[in-house]
């Protein structure tokens, strides 16, 4: 008994028999051909579908997937941040290999072509950093040195002393006097 139910038509109140891929022969084809009648989305209709607009200065809302920080996503080709689909959309390419899209108004979910610049990772960090944001300096989760033992040794290294006495005296690794020497870290602390 149960081989007839299983030969029956899986569209719901058919009792006909299933030939193809569980369906009677009326019900595969109407089901096909609903699936070729599907209108094609573009890209684009699906990236508008998840953007919700405001005034031209305001932030535009990311309403699809958004990454744990906040990140919208969105599929093209590849899963890609929703900001570098916005700026395919208005500019009609990606961001170039090396370039991130960074914000204007800080808010990772919004996608307001006017919000977005591009930039390398330096320049993004840059600006976070001149806005107060992120960690910096002794609110880096880890830091070994303060402000004032910095500005120590950037006097200390303007006398001409060397980096690895310098190294050996404060705590730390010859590599991150040099970085402090350079100005590629703590170069927001002043002699």
């Known amino acids: 008994m149960s081989s007839l139910s299983e030969n029956k ?3 719901l109140g058919c009792r006909s028999s299933a030939v193809k891929l569980g369906f009677c022969p009326a019900h595969h084809e109407e089901l096909c051909h609903r699936v070729r009648r599907a209108p094609y989305r573009t890209a684009d209709d699906r990236y508008w579908e998840k953007v919700e607009q405001r005034g031209p200065d305001e932030c535009w809302e990311w309403r699809g997937a958004r990454t744990d920080n906040g990140y919208g996503r969105f599929l093209h080709i590849r899963v890609i941040q929703a900001s570098h689909a916005a700026w395919l959309v208005e500019h009609g390419f ?27 990772r330096n320049d993004n960090m840059a600006d976070m950093a001149q806005k107060g944001r992120g960690a910096v300096g002794e609110r880096v989760h880890g830091a070994k040195l303060t402000a ?6 950037k006097r200390l290294i303007s006398m001409g002393v060397r980096q690895s006495k310098l190294a050996t005296a404060f705590g730390v ?13 703590w170069g927001h602390v002043r002699v």
């Open 173 to 185: 690794s010859r590599a991150t006097v040099s970085f402090i020497a350079s100005g590629d870290r």
């Open 148 to 153: 004032a033992e910095v500005r120590a040794m």
């Open 94 to 120: 990606l961001p170039p290999d090396g370039m991130e899209v960074c914000h204007t108004c800080d808010n990772p979910g919004c996608v307001n072509p006017r919000h977005l610049f591009l930039g390398t």
């Open 9 to 11: 038509c899986s569209y």
